[in-house]
């Protein structure tokens, strides 16, 4: 606190010293302006005679020498006036900057709500009010999703401990369990971790995209997409739905894993929300310098203005949406977070007939 303190006088300190020096320099030139020429017409005019312009008077003139020693008298008195003028206009020039740093002080302490709300006039300062401002806006909006996550990601997370712990305790209290009843209480158990193990590796994917690609290595989306397919086709045939490919080359450079797990997330997306007899088409082709990945789906109609929330972690619509149960909230949160770590470019659109259509659009690299 007493740095601060000690900062902030020492630019008024200087800003005073600044503002008092340009003062006594006008000063300073005012007097040479009037001196310099009043000595030269002195040194041209002979002793003894008047000059031209010169009127008989009664009064008493004042010479040059007195002139120039009450100039010399004006400057010595020049110099505290300059300074208390400058540590006044220092101080006025620095009072927004004060009052700016008073309330910022407080809101860093804890009141996002507030802010600096500077008006008129428009000037340096407030433009800096104006830009603070928005900051300040940007981080009540961060920590209130923050907050928002981390009490969904405990409420998702409890969820199916609390469901096991039921399970344990129903199976357990009953007197007439055999081992039937205890090998389907196991298997229930060992799903619910299953669920649990998703939801965890599914925040740490999300942590990991939202940290920022540290790697920059070149590779073909075409052979990124095969891989997935090879690994979901089984899951696509249990619920019914056909998975088309149609893979040309599709050059791009990002980091392997993040990318595989944007595809592999569109991909579960796309079969999870189906219906049976559906049908998931995956498209990689070159657009100019850019490599394009396009997931079409077919599904439940989504209404067009709630395309946003599905990209937010555990937003989900209505509860046809769901599919099998399987989802957690978070795939399509993480695709958005690998596309703007990859500084690329996302589409999305709803299809008339149910479903939806995502493009996303690769660069070159950083």
Request: hydrophobic share 45%; aromatic share 4%.
């Amino acid at each position: 606190m007493t740095s601060r303190k000690l900062a902030r006088k020492s630019l008024r300190t200087r800003l005073a010293l600044a503002y008092a020096a340009g003062i006594y320099a006008a000063g300073v030139l005012v007097v040479v302006f009037v001196d310099v020429p009043l000595a030269s017409i002195e040194a041209a005019v002979p002793v003894g005679h008047p000059s031209p312009g010169a009127t008989a008077g009664t009064g008493t003139g004042i010479s040059l020498p007195q002139l120039l020693a009450g100039s010399a008298v004006a400057l010595v008195l020049l110099i505290p006036l300059a300074l208390a003028l400058g540590w006044y206009v220092a101080g006025r020039f620095l009072q927004p900057l004060r009052a700016m740093t008073a309330t910022a002080r407080i809101i860093s302490a804890g009141d996002l709500h507030r802010r600096l709300g500077l008006g008129e006039p428009t000037d340096e300062l407030t433009e800096l009010g104006h830009t603070l401002d928005d900051l300040f806006a940007r981080l009540e909006a961060s920590f209130d999703a923050h907050r928002h996550f981390v009490a969904n990601a405990s409420h998702e997370l409890r969820t199916p401990l609390a469901g096991l712990r039921t399970l344990l305790e129903v199976t357990l209290a009953d007197p007439d369990a055999d081992a039937d009843t205890l090998r389907s209480a196991c298997q229930e158990a060992l799903a619910l971790g299953e669920h649990q193990e998703r939801l965890v590796q599914a925040l740490l994917a999300l942590a990991t995209s939202e940290r920022g690609v540290t790697r920059w290595d070149t590779l073909d989306l075409a052979h990124v997409v095969e891989g997935v397919l090879a690994s979901r086709r089984d899951q696509a045939t249990r619920k019914g739905v056909a998975l088309a490919g149609h893979l040309t080359p599709a050059v791009t450079a990002g980091d392997p894993k993040l990318i595989e797990s944007l595809v592999a997330n569109l991909v579960d997306n796309a079969i999870r929300h189906n219906h049976a007899d559906g049908h998931v088409e995956i498209i990689t082709r070159t657009s100019g310098p850019q490599a394009v990945l396009t997931v079409t789906n077919s599904g439940p109609v989504v209404p067009g203005h709630q395309i946003g929330r599905l990209f937010h972690p555990f937003q989900r619509l209505a509860p046809e949406r769901h599919g099998s149960g399987d989802g957690h909230g978070l795939g399509l949160a993480i695709v958005n977070a690998v596309t703007r770590a990859h500084h690329a470019t996302l589409t999305t659109g709803a299809r008339p007939e149910g479903g939806l259509s995502i493009t996303v659009r690769f660069g070159h690299g950083p």
